[in-house]
């Protein structure tokens, strides 16, 4: 039998209601099919796009010849491995990642890390984008070209021999107290049993710089407050962080610990003024820049007034008044370029005189011996300087274990750094540190630790190689304050401690916090040495 569908089935109303339900849903199917084939094609674009633009980037040096889709080595960058470093370093004299859309060079070999250090005209420092935000803008370290040396020059005076000398009581009393505490934790707290000593290295660091660059105008309290917190400071500074200051992320918590360390320098400079307006001494880096303002201010009075000034009443150098928040803001870039480095530094010393006691013993007669065996006599700078053991021992320790391994500078404009290949604007480059000073070459058997180069060797005529400090004009401000410092700790540690190394299968395994620290972070054990 013939069915008339049409005889009972309204057409129009059945045909429009099949039509519409079968079109409303091949059209939604086919919208999501081009909605997902889209966002595929866009993928495979930026996909293509992003691994065309690192070949391209690339050409002329090594590096991987893929990069994992947009992140990168992101992940390995928050776990950084030492050994991926040198891995790296070996791969060529200048090599390359690129980590989400910042790609990156780096500079092995000792030249091409010079030439790097010393092309001003095409580089400069490079910070993360959180440095603005903790440091400041305005922070001097953020300046370039002329407006940088003009600026540093005016800091020149607080590190000079006669400067050096005028803080030296400050450390040694820094100095006292802390080997009391050392022995009171290892004997007391600990019962006698070994714990890593890194972090107290990094509290005793800190309250030293604070008392060399601010005397007693900060309490102890604020300086451990400081010491703690600056782990948030170099966590928030990393070069692989969350761009934006999100509440409860490390930037976040850096930025409080930087406002807060901030804050405490701002009064700190407050009291200073005060102080030396009363004609009060100079005790620390404060005092030194202030009183150097001060002089300047007077000074120019006088001109303005029309008196005659003899030369000789000049001071060194014309200084203009700078506000407490400048003085805070510059104070803390010393403590910013110095805690981390001289934490390291401390932690390895300490670790590789208890390894060597051949070594300790000639440091402990070299102090004993330059103090006519008063082991209480206090620091000097003749004292230090006329040290040959002790600076042999410090330096040796700064090249085999250099805090800082690569210095990141960002390429300001295309810097044609070999005939083959020029770093684009905007890209990262990074000389490195410790291949120069692992350079058998320079430093035979670079990977034994041996003071004995600094003493009958050939190590001081290495300069080229010695770029523990830098090179060109940012190098390390206070590289000589550095060195002394920790020949003068180490020192009067030989003659006023014991210390034993509980050394564990991590001891000699590198940890890359901003700077080095041995894996263990340096289990020791401290005693009194009686005289
Ligand atoms: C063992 C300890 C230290 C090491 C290994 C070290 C290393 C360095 C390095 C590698 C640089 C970068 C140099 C460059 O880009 O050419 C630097 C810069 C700097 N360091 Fe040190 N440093 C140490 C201690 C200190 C201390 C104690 C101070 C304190 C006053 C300090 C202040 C500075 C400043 C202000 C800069 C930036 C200079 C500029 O940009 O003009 N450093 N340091």
């Given at each position: 039998m013939e069915v008339n569908n049409t005889a009972f089935v309204s057409p129009a109303a059945n045909a429009q209601y099949g039509f519409a339900q079968t079109s409303g849903f091949v059209e939604r199917i086919l919208e999501q099919l081009n909605f997902w084939s889209v966002a595929l094609t866009l993928l495979l674009v930026a996909i293509t796009y992003d691994q065309c633009s690192y070949k391209l980037q690339k050409h002329g040096i090594v590096g991987p010849a893929w990069k994992t889709p947009f992140i990168g080595p992101f992940l390995d960058s928050m776990r950084p491995d030492f050994r991926k470093y040198q891995a790296k370093w070996a791969s060529g004299e200048l090599s390359c990642v690129s980590v989400f859309h910042k790609f990156v060079v780096i500079a092995s070999t000792r030249d091409m890390a010079r030439k790097i250090f010393n092309s001003p005209a095409f580089v400069k420092p490079c910070v993360v984008d959180a440095a603005y935000k903790l440091l400041r803008p305005t922070n001097w370290v953020f300046l370039d070209g002329k407006e940088h040396v003009d600026y540093r020059k005016g800091l020149n005076g607080l590190f000079t021999r006669q400067a050096l000398e005028v803080y030296l009581p400050g450390q040694e009393e820094v100095y006292n107290k802390y080997f009391k505490m050392f022995v009171d934790i290892s004997q007391?707290?600990?019962?006698g049993e070994p714990r890593p000593f890194m972090p107290v290295f990094r509290e005793l660091m800190c309250a030293v710089s604070c008392r060399t660059f601010v005397g007693h105008y900060m309490s102890e309290k604020v300086v451990k407050k400081i010491a703690h917190d600056f782990y948030l400071i170099t966590a928030a500074l990393e070069l692989v962080n969350f761009p934006i200051i999100l509440p409860l992320t490390k930037s976040w918590y850096g930025k409080k610990a930087a406002d807060m360390t901030l804050d405490e320098f701002a009064k700190c400079a407050a009291k200073a003024k005060v102080r030396m307006a009363a004609g009060g001494d100079v005790t620390c880096i404060m005092d030194a820049w202030i009183k150097q303002m001060q002089d300047s201010a007077r000074y120019r009075e006088r001109i303005a007034k029309g008196e005659q000034v003899d030369a000789s009443e000049k001071p060194p150098q014309l200084l203009r008044d700078f506000t407490d928040w400048e003085i805070s803001q510059t104070i803390f870039t010393f403590l910013f370029a110095s805690q981390d480095a001289t934490s390291s530094a401390s932690t390895w010393l300490f670790q590789l005189m208890a390894d060597r006691p051949e070594w300790l013993d000639k440091v402990r007669e070299e102090n004993l011996r330059l103090r006519g065996g008063d082991r209480n006599a206090p620091f000097s700078m003749d004292l230090l300087e006329s040290m040959v053991t002790t600076r042999a021992v410090v330096k040796e320790t700064l090249r085999y274990r250099p805090p800082v391994i690569m210095v990141p500078y960002l390429v300001k404009k295309d810097y044609p750094v070999t005939p083959n290949f020029t770093a684009k604007k905007g890209q990262m480059i990074i000389p490195s540190v410790w291949p120069a000073t692992h350079d058998p070459e320079a430093y035979p058997d670079p990977d034994s630790y041996d003071p004995e180069r600094w003493i009958s060797g050939n190590a001081d005529e290495q300069v080229k190689n010695w770029l523990v400090f830098g090179t060109g004009p940012h190098y390390c401000l206070g590289q000589t304050y550095a060195q002394l410092n920790l020949m003068a700790m180490i020192g009067k540690a030989s003659m006023f401690l014991d210390w034993e190394h509980f050394a564990t299968d991590k001891s000699e395994d590198i940890e890359v916090f901003a700077t080095i620290f041995p894996m263990d972070h340096c289990k020791l054990v401290f005693k009194d040495r009686p005289e």
């Open positions: 007391n707290e600990m019962g």
